[in-house]
């Protein structure tokens, strides 16, 4: 694959990633759909296209997964919704995507992965960032709307961990999205009550489900080998500024001081920590 290529579809991956924010919260903001049913039409038109993608692509292959990455892909996807009933794009994304990597990086340290010099730095700068954003004050986000986000973010965080060494990524992709389905659909039964939904709520769930998550997924992963894991996990650090980008043009959303030191140290301090990782064996 051309370089040009590869820039190509990791920008186009990381648009669809900080549209699923977009998308959300547009959705949530203005009541056109309610949290349990946008995490029910997302998972569920994901798993179509995804499904329909990857038997356009091998007519012979079968959905892979299994339950509990299955279980942690919907635990994401509830948490990222519910939390965006109280957040802005660009926090929400920021805080999903802070959360993600330091799951990821925790878990490489407790699998003896060592953290030096100028990643240690960055891990102590990302987390003040972090502690910057929560702290209390007028501009600071809903606790527990970002206590659900950072949970989202943890659960994504473990669903890409299962899913490293799980085969063909598409093939488990689809397969975990269609067996999350069911988790969905007694999300929405337990939460009818509150259930409410419009055409514009379920357009904009189809879109991130469909166009957001499902073609994006099958974006990101043909671009993934061709990036190394650091570029890979760099990249995705992106994400928040557009999503912080699109919910100021789009949104009408503030873009506070608050907002850009935290971000700028939550994404800086990542990027450091991820930088010219080691391993115990010097690898």
Known sequence: MRPTQVVFLTTLAMVAFAGNSLLCRVALKGG???????????????????????????????????????????????????????????????????????????????????????????LVLAFAGLASLLAPGLSAPPLAGAALMLLAGFSWGLYSLRGRAAGDPLAVTAGNFVRAVPLAIAV???????????????????????????????????????????????VQLGVPAIAAAGGVLFLDEALTLRLVIASAAILGGVAMAISKARTRSGR
Not at 59 to 65: D, E, H, K, S, T
Not at 71 to 99: K, N, P
């Open 32 to 122: 056109a759909i309610d949290a349990a049913s946008f995490t029910l039409v997302r998972i569920a038109s994901g798993a179509l296209v995804l499904g329909l993608i990857l038997r356009v692509r091998s007519p012979g292959m079968r959905m892979a997964g299994n339950a509990w990455s299955a279980f942690w892909l919907f635990a994401y996807a509830a948490g990222f919704s519910f939390a965006y009933v109280t957040l802005t794009a660009g926090v929400g994304a920021l805080l999903l995507f802070g959360a993600v990597q330091a799951t990821m990086i925790g878990y490489g340290l407790r699998r003896g992965e060592r953290l030096h010099g100028v990643q240690v730095a960055g």
């Open 188 to 234: 929405s039964l337990a939460a009818a009550p509150w259930a409410s939904a419009d055409m514009r709520g379920v357009v904009f769930a189809v879109l991130s489900g469909a166009i957001a998550s499902g073609m994006g997924y099958a974006v990101w992963y043909t671009a993934l080998p061709a990036l190394k894991a650091t570029t890979a996990a760099s």
